[in-house]
């Protein structure tokens, strides 16, 4: 995905995908954006790479013989994206440093008016920090 067509689009909505399993507290696994005129995953493959990717949430489910289930919802407060709902985004800036050589994406920096969100697969999982 060319990254630079995400430039000064606003940002209107912050969905996520959340592992609920039993009692522990649920973990975000994946992230939408959902810009002006395109929907983004931000998320971590299964074999830890990061991607950036235009598509659409799919649905929540249930993992009934491990006691666990998936809920697409609205973001939560916690994630840092909230924050920027309503502002432009004046930059996303990839982060390399996997691979053999190095050029496989790890990250980005989603730049917006007020602060800089961090997405960045960390050991297999979605970590992400805001300023």
Known sequence: MDLA???????????VAQFVHETNAP???DVWLRLESVTIGVGVAADWSF???PC????SYVMEELGSRVDVISAPDGVPFV???GERLVRVVERLGGGVDGSERVGAEF???SGTVVAESFGGDLRMTGD
């Open 83 to 85: 924050r920027h709902i």
């Open 5 to 15: 067509s995400l430039a000064h689009k606003r940002l209107i909505g912050v969905l």
């Open 111 to 113: 730049v917006f008016d």
């Open 51 to 53: 991607r950036i990717e």
């Open 56 to 59: 659409e949430p799919g649905s």
């Open 27 to 29: 973990e975000v696994i």
